[in-house]
Structure formats: C-alpha cells, structure tokens
C-alpha cells in the first residue's frame, strides 16, 4: 500500500454510521479502518498505521476519551478527532485536555469533516516538516559537534607543533604589537610570556636591528617577505643571533590581519663561522710567516756564503799576526763585524726554524727567575720586573737557550714600549686545550700546555701594527732603533717548540704576548756542561770540498792546506761523483754543501756512500742539522759544520771524524 495515501480509522459501536461514513470517505481518496469498541480499536491500532482517527465518545457503555492515550502510545503523532451527538462545554474541553486535536458534532456534516480532515492532515504534514527539520537540525548540529571537534583537535595538534617546535614562533597584528608568542621563543629570550605580549617586537631590539627590522618587516605590510638576520637583545642583556623567516596572515576575505615569523637561533652558527673565520685567518697568517721564512731562510743562506769569505780570510789572517801587529786590531773589528753580521743571519734563521735546537725536559719558572736576574742588570731601574708564576708547573721540553732568547726579546721590545717608569708582567700558568681551543690556535693539538705570557704597560699598538710583528725587518721604532728581527725571531723559536704565540695590544694601554707550550711527563734531568777541547790539529788525509760557491771552496782549500791536509774541490754533485770514483782509494773525506744547483747536496752523498760505502762525509750549511741537513745524517752522513765556518770549529769536527772509527 502507498504510504502517501491518508489513512483514516473511525472507531463507532453504530455499524450503520461507520459504514456510511466510510463510503464518504473513500470517495474522497482516504484510506480507511474501521473498529465498533474499544477492543477492536486496540487491535487495529496496531496493525493499520492510522494518521487520523475518528473516535466517538461513547461506545455502548464504554467511554471513547480512554482510548486517546492508547493511540498516542501506539501511534506517537496520531491525530483525534472526537465525534458525539452532546455537545456539552464540559466534554469537548475534557477531550482536549485528554489529547484530541478537535471534535465533529454527529450528524456529521461532510463539508465541515472535510475542513476538518484536511486541518488534521495539514497538522500532520506541519509536524512531519518539524521533525525533518529538527532531525535536520540534529544532524547539523551532529555534524558541527564533529566539525568542532576535529576543529579542537588540529588546534590542539597545532598548539602542540608550536609549543614544542624547536624554533620560536612570534606574531603580531597591523600595529606591530606583539600578540603571541611560543614556549621556546620565551625560552630563547629569556622573558616570560606576559613581559613579551602587548609589545612592539622593536622594544626587544637594539638601534642598528631596529633599522633592519623596520626594512624588512616593520609594520605588518602584504606580499612575501624573505627571511632575514636579526638579532635580539636577551633579557640577561647578552645578544641572541637569529634568522627571521615572516609570513603575512590574511583573512578568508583576502584582508590582512597582521603576521607571523619563525624565529631560528642561529648562536652556534655564528660560533662556527667565528671559529672558521678566526681558522682562516690564523692559515693566511701561518702561510705568510711560513713564505717569509722561506724567503728568509734563502736570503741568511746567501748571506751566510758572503759572510764566509769575509770572516774565513780574516781568521787565516789573524792566525798569521799577533796582537803587537798594526793590523791585528783592524782585522779583528772586521772579525767582530762579520761576527755580528752572522748573528743576523742566526735570528732570520730562527724565524725560517732553520736553526739547531736542543730540546730537554726544563722547569720554565726557574728558566724565568734566570732571565730576571738577568733583566734587572740591562734593564732601566724605574721599570719593575714582576713574576706571578705558577706553582707545580708542568714541565715542558724546550732548548733554554732559546727560551731566554723568546724572553730576552719580548723584554726588550716591552722596554723600547715603557716611555718612563714602567712594570713588565711575566707569568706562568698550566692550561688544557681542547679541540675547540685548537681550531683557534692553528699547528697546535689537544691537551696540557704551559702559558707564558709578558704583560707591558707601554704604548701599545694599533690592530694594523699588531698584523705585522712577527715579520722580519718590520719594526715600530724608530730607524736605528731596531732591526726588525727580534719578534721574528721569536716567532721562528716559538713555532719550533710546536707552540704558538697571541699578541693582544691596544695603544695607549700595553701589550700582552701569550706563549703556549706543550707540557710533557719527563722529568727534568740534570744537564752535563760540555767542556772546550784542546786546540785543533792537523793531517795529511785527502779531504773533497764540494760547494757551489767558488770563494767557500778555495776558502775551505786554504784553511784545511794550512793545517797539513791535501784538498780537492767540486762545484757540483755531478763533478763530485766524478772525481770521487776517480780518487776512491785517496779521498778519505768530504765536505758536502747541500744547497747547490743540479743534483743537490743530499742525492750527491746518497751517490757518494753507493760509489764507497765507508766513504765518511761531513754536511756543510747555513741552516741546522734539522729539516734536510738531519735527513742527510740519517742518510750516512757524520758530521755537521755550521756556515759561515769557524775555524777552530771546523777543524775541530774534520779530525773528530777522522779519527772515528
């Protein structure tokens, strides 16, 4: 059966009525049931689904008004409509108060049922849109519930990606007030949330951020804006380097709101940038001294063969004449002159670390007091010598000769600094490095370091003076005042001690030179003087000079011809190998130059020692008998003569390596 037909139930105990009423009804389209008592209503209730019903009041002896309440259990929006022939005040208000929508009164009047009917099924259809619209209203009310829902949730995921994102996170509306902000930006800088909101992000600023903020930022303003470098001021007053990356907030209507950044602390960068940029420097730097000392190393070289002829001859000379002579003391000014031209040589070559160092365990305090003693004899009295030294100091591994050399140095460039009375500060203290430490001080390698440092109180120097010390012949003072070579010469030193050296210095306040020295775990041995031997001699051995230099040869010639030996002489390796082959069974030394064009010093004696084997060879050089010099020893050779010679020194090491066995 269609449910769009209306059904209608009359319940009557006259047959008659019933059957007629539902003739009229039917006509009409209705659907009808029919029930006589109160029983037969119950049981059609249940089966036929009555929209309306037609109730008569009495049925026989039964009151119709009982079953209202049985359909509206049944039948929740079932309409009733009571029909009776006693019309009385009294019972049409208690059948509306029992639930019946309305009454007929019999004999029915079809137009007035029609109206009727039609006003129930009106009713009906109302209460059917108001339960479709409440049910609608439920099922959106449902649906928001959950839209609401899901809503709270991606707030509560959100509030939770930004309160614990890594990152700060800061917004602010159109006037740049600040009106929210993340658990980590109050962490980054250092306030709390309610110090940070209502404030303008300038307040957090210094003037030169402030400019930066207002180019890139400033007021909220549309369009995409790039990350940019900021740096906040931190509540404990210290600076917070960050990356800014801003994003404008517009509105569903396309209408700006304010903005939002993220802020990123960027502290360990700039360290790493810091450390890396202070790296470079300190390489560019090490590289320069390294090309210096190169180029010193070669000039102190050539120097040294010049020196050669002018203090050579002037010995052989002296050896001839006694002091009674008139040219005795003329020759030996020019001794004293070359001598100290050597020493010149010494200090570049100490700078290029081309010089013999005598490494042992030494207490660097008792070093110092030594220096002092020292210092307070050459030194101004009214510039005080003060020492704060470390007790339990560690030991460290250094030739004390150079070490008094480092402080004799600096020493002295603090006094040239002191106008007047003065204090020159020396100090000592042990120190660890660890590998950050290192990545600042280029050359050196993690653990304990001994710290000496000499503390000034004179001029001072600017930052483009203080670029420049350590190189050779560049000196503050005035000219004749200085050479130029003694911070070089301490810079050479110190680097062979696997140090290195700081300068900090500003003018007008003094200067500081800090010295880092790698502590060992020896202990400090005592030290056994070497004692003068007796004068050299002579021989008749065949001794082979090789040297490039043509006046180094026939220098050498005559100083050893003069002592009994007989000389031969090559200018290269090439010609040394020659004459050794052809002389093998007389030559019973050589002098071997190391620098020398063509083949080179050091392939020459590997040459030398494959044309005879026993074949002893003495290295001759400008530089120590490290670097390449120490190479060729361990190469076969055994022994070593400085240059510019020294006579009693050279023949002294030509008859000690004779006589060996």
Same mark, same amino acid.
């Given at each position: 059966?269609?449910?769009?037909?209306?059904?209608? &139930?009359?319940?009557?105990?006259?047959?008659?009525?019933?059957?007629?009423?539902?003739?009229?009804?039917e006509?009409?389209?209705?659907?009808?049931?029919?029930?006589?008592?109160?029983?037969?209503?119950?049981?059609?209730?249940?089966?036929?689904?009555?929209? =309306?019903v037609?109730?008569?009041?009495?049925?026989?002896?039964?009151?119709?008004?009982?079953?209202?309440?049985?359909?509206?259990?049944?039948?929740p929006n079932?309409?009733?409509?009571?029909?009776?022939?006693?019309?009385?005040?009294?019972?049409?208000?208690?059948?509306?108060?029992?639930?019946?929508?309305?009454?007929?009164?019999?004999p029915?009047?079809?137009?007035?049922?029609?109206?009727?009917?039609?006003?129930?099924?009106?009713?009906?259809?109302?209460?059917?849109?108001?339960?479709?619209?409440?049910?609608?209203?439920?099922?959106? %009310?449902?649906?928001?519930?959950?839209?609401?829902?899901?809503?709270?949730e991606?707030?509560?995921?959100?509030?939770?990606?930004?309160?614990?994102?890594?990152?700060?996170?800061?917004?602010?509306?159109?006037?740049?007030?600040?009106?929210?902000?993340?658990?980590?930006?109050?962490?980054?800088?250092?306030?709390?949330?309610?110090?940070?909101?209502?404030?303008?992000?300038?307040?957090?600023?210094?003037?030169?951020?402030?400019?930066?903020?207002?180019?890139?930022?400033?007021?909220?303003?549309?369009?995409?804006?790039?990350?940019?470098?900021?740096?906040?001021?931190?509540?404990?007053?210290?600076?917070?380097p960050?990356?800014?990356?801003?994003?404008?907030?517009?509105?569903?209507?396309?209408?700006?709101?304010?903005?939002?950044?993220?802020i990123?602390?960027?502290?360990?960068?700039?360290?790493?940038?810091?450390?890396?940029? %202070?790296?470079?420097?300190?390489?560019?730097?090490?590289?320069?001294?390294?090309?210096?000392?190169?180029?010193?190393?070669?000039?102190?070289?050539?120097? %040294?063969?010049?020196?050669?002829a002018?203090?050579?001859?002037?010995?052989?000379?002296?050896?001839?004449?006694?002091?009674?002579?008139?040219?005795?003391?003329?020759?030996?000014?020019?001794?004293?002159?070359?001598?100290?031209?050597?020493?010149?040589?010494?200090?570049?070559?100490?700078f290029?670390?081309?010089?013999?160092?005598?490494?042992?365990?030494?207490?660097l305090?008792?070093?110092?007091?030594?220096?002092?003693?020292?210092?307070?004899?050459?030194?101004?009295?009214?510039?005080?010598?003060?020492?704060? #030294?470390?007790?339990?100091?560690?030991?460290?591994?250094?030739?004390?000769?150079?070490?008094?050399?480092?402080?004799?140095?600096?020493?002295?460039?603090?006094?040239?600094?002191?106008?007047?009375?003065?204090?020159?500060?020396?100090?000592?203290?042990?120190?660890?490095?660890?590998?950050?430490?290192?990545?600042?001080?280029?050359?050196?390698?993690?653990?304990?370091?001994?710290?000496?440092?000499?503390?000034?109180n004179?001029?001072?120097?600017?930052?483009?003076?203080?670029?420049?010390?350590?190189?050779?012949f560049?000196?503050?003072?005035?000219?004749?005042?200085?050479?130029?070579?003694?911070?070089?010469? =301490?810079?050479?030193?110190?680097?062979?001690?696997?140090?290195?050296?700081?300068?900090?210095?500003?003018?007008?306040?003094?200067?500081?030179?800090s010295?880092?020295?790698?502590?060992?775990?020896?202990?400090?041995?005592?030290?056994?003087?070497?004692?003068?031997?007796?004068?050299?001699?002579?021989?008749?051995?065949t001794?082979?000079?090789?040297?490039?230099?043509?006046?180094?040869r026939?220098?050498?010639?005559?100083?050893?011809?003069?002592?009994?030996?007989r000389?031969?002489?090559?200018?290269?390796?090439?010609?040394? &190998?020659?004459?050794?082959?052809? %002389?093998?069974?007389?030559?019973? &030394?050589?002098?071997?130059?190391?620098?020398?064009?063509?083949?080179?010093?050091?392939?020459?004696?590997?040459?030398?020692?494959?044309?005879?084997?026993?074949?002893?060879?003495?290295?001759?050089?400008?530089?120590?008998?490290?670097?390449?010099?120490?190479?060729?020893?361990?190469?076969?050779?055994?022994?070593?003569?400085?240059?510019?010679?020294?006579?009693?020194?050279? #023949?002294?090491? =030509?008859?000690?390596?004779?006589?060996?066995?």
């Open positions: 059966m269609n449910d769009d037909i209306r059904k209608i &139930l009359i319940v009557d105990d006259e047959r008659d009525f019933v059957i007629s009423l539902t003739d009229i009804l006509t009409y389209g209705y659907n009808v049931g029919t029930a006589h008592n109160q029983q037969e209503a119950v049981d059609t209730i249940k089966s036929f689904n009555a929209d =309306v037609l109730l008569d009041v009495r049925l026989g002896h039964e009151n119709g008004l009982n079953l209202i309440n049985t359909f509206k259990d049944a039948r079932i309409v009733t409509v009571i029909m009776t022939a006693f019309v009385e005040a009294d019972s049409a208000i208690e059948a509306i108060q029992e639930g019946a929508y309305d009454y007929l009164r019999k029915l009047n079809p137009r007035q049922l029609l109206k009727t009917l039609d006003r129930c099924f009106e009713k009906l259809q109302l209460e059917r849109e108001k339960i479709a619209v409440q049910e609608a209203l439920s099922r959106r %009310n449902l649906e928001l519930e959950r839209m609401n829902a899901r809503l709270r991606s707030e509560e995921r959100y509030r939770l990606l930004v309160e614990t994102m890594n990152d700060g996170l800061i917004m602010q509306d159109l006037n740049g007030v600040i009106t929210y902000v993340n658990r980590k930006f109050t962490r980054m800088t250092g306030y709390p949330e309610a110090e940070l909101l209502g404030r303008l992000a300038s307040d957090f600023l210094d003037e030169a951020n402030i400019k930066i903020y207002a180019r890139y930022i400033g007021v909220c303003h549309g369009g995409d804006i790039s990350p940019f470098e900021l740096t906040w001021l931190k509540k404990d007053g210290t600076m917070l960050t990356i800014v990356s801003p994003q404008s907030i517009i509105d569903d209507e396309n209408r700006l709101r304010g903005c939002f950044a993220v990123t602390d960027i502290t360990e960068r700039k360290i790493a940038e810091e450390e890396k940029r %202070n790296m470079e420097q300190h390489l560019q730097q090490a590289q320069k001294m390294e090309s210096i000392g190169t180029l010193a190393g070669g000039i102190s070289h050539d120097f %040294n063969n010049s020196l050669q002018i203090l050579g001859y002037t010995q052989i000379l002296l050896m001839d004449k006694n002091e009674t002579n008139p040219d005795y003391s003329k020759l030996a000014s020019i001794e004293r002159a070359a001598q100290r031209a050597s020493e010149l040589t010494q200090q570049l070559l100490a290029s670390r081309k010089v013999e160092s005598k490494m042992r365990p030494i207490d305090n008792k070093e110092i007091r030594d220096v002092r003693n020292l210092l307070e004899r050459t030194i101004p009295k009214m510039i005080d010598i003060e020492l704060d #030294l470390e007790k339990n100091l560690y030991v460290i591994n250094a030739d004390p000769s150079q070490i008094e050399q480092i402080m004799m140095n600096l020493a002295v460039n603090a006094r040239d600094a002191i106008n007047e009375g003065g204090k020159i500060l020396i100090c000592t203290e042990n120190t660890m490095l660890s590998e950050t430490d290192c990545r600042t001080f280029h050359g050196l390698v993690p653990g304990n370091y001994v710290i000496l440092s000499m503390t000034d004179g001029k001072g120097m600017t930052e483009k003076e203080r670029e420049r010390i350590f190189e050779p560049f000196t503050t003072k005035a000219p004749g005042k200085g050479t130029g070579l003694g911070l070089a010469m =301490v810079y050479g030193l110190v680097t062979k001690h696997n140090g290195h050296i700081e300068c900090n210095s500003n003018p007008g306040v003094g200067t500081t030179f010295i880092y020295l790698p502590a060992i775990k020896q202990e400090i041995s005592a030290v056994v003087e070497k004692k003068e031997g007796p004068a050299p001699v002579g021989g008749t051995e001794i082979l000079i090789v040297d490039d230099e043509q006046f180094v026939e220098l050498g010639e005559q100083i050893l011809k003069k002592f009994g030996y000389v031969i002489t090559s200018s290269d390796g090439e010609s040394a &190998l020659a004459t050794c082959s052809k %002389n093998i069974d007389q030559i019973s &030394l050589v002098i071997l130059d190391l620098i020398m064009p063509g083949m080179g010093g050091k392939r020459c004696l590997e040459e030398l020692l494959r044309i005879k084997p026993e074949l002893k060879v003495i290295i001759a050089s400008g530089y120590s008998p490290e670097d390449d010099a120490n190479s060729a020893m361990e190469s076969g050779a055994k022994g070593f003569i400085s240059k510019p010679y020294n006579v009693r020194n050279m #023949l002294s090491e =030509v008859r000690e390596v004779l006589d060996a066995g």
